[in-house]
T-cell receptor, first 115, second 114 residues
């Protein structure tokens, strides 16, 4: 069965510092991996995805994520955090070997960036 | 270009009442989905429609029914609401039925069942 773990409920960083939001996954086959962001009272917005190829994926708003197959991880990173990055972040996985219709989401990590 | 539109935005029901949540997308996407979001649990898939004319159960389908009315519209019905169905409901769509395309979400319906 597919699953996604986001081990931190909350991450606090100071503006200008690098940030990391952690994600590990479990699928029976090869994964498609995604990060989404949610602002208050809004739906989730797509940030970036890993499909195949280069393990370092770049996405919207300066975010990037590194796919590590041996550690089954897909951590979200940004070199310099902004206050406006404060939001709820979700990691998600699809198993490409099962048709890919079902996206499984982690529980979410709330990011606070202090000025 | 509105993307994914959900109505209503808020709803309060009494236990046993029924209601239908409406969703429409204007991106010509093939696949549509209904999720519920509960604190600490992320999003859980209720039902999905891989393409017009098909629907399938997700992780938590009990107590819900869906209709893919046409390519644009995908509705979620609660026949007899229960307090356990208090949640925020999100509709989403994706371009292709294969897994590599991201989901596009509406802004949600906040449902309270008393």
């Amino acid at each position: 069965a597919q699953s996604v773990a986001q081990p931190e409920d909350q991450v606090n960083v100071a503006e200008g510092n690098p940030l990391t939001v952690k994600c590990t996954y479990s699928v029976s086959g090869n994964p498609y991996l995604f990060w989404y962001v949610q602002y208050p009272n809004r739906g989730l917005q797509f940030l970036l995805k890993y499909i195949t190829g280069d393990n370092l994926v770049k996405g919207s708003y300066g975010f990037e994520a590194e796919f590590n197959k041996s550690q089954t991880s897909f951590h979200l990173k940004k070199p310099s955090a902004l206050v406006s990055d404060s939001a709820l972040y979700f990691c998600a996985v699809r198993d490409r070997n099962t048709g890919g219709f079902k996206t499984i989401f982690g529980a979410g990590t709330r990011l606070f960036v202090k000025a | 270009n509105a993307g994914v539109t959900q109505t209503p935005k808020f709803q309060v029901l009494k236990t046993g009442q029924s209601m239908t949540l409406q969703c429409a997308q204007d991106m010509n996407h093939n696949s549509m989905y209904w999720y519920r979001q509960d604190p600490g649990m992320g999003l859980r898939l209720i039902y999905y429609s891989a393409s017009e004319g098909t629907t399938d159960k997700g992780e938590v389908p009990n107590g819900y029914n869906v209709s893919r009315l046409n390519k644009r519209e995908f509705s979620l019905r609660l026949e007899s609401a229960a307090p356990s169905q208090t949640s925020v409901y999100f509709c989403a769509s994706s371009e292709a039925s294969q897994g590599r395309t991201p989901l596009h979400f509406g802004n949600g319906t906040r449902l309270t069942v008393t």
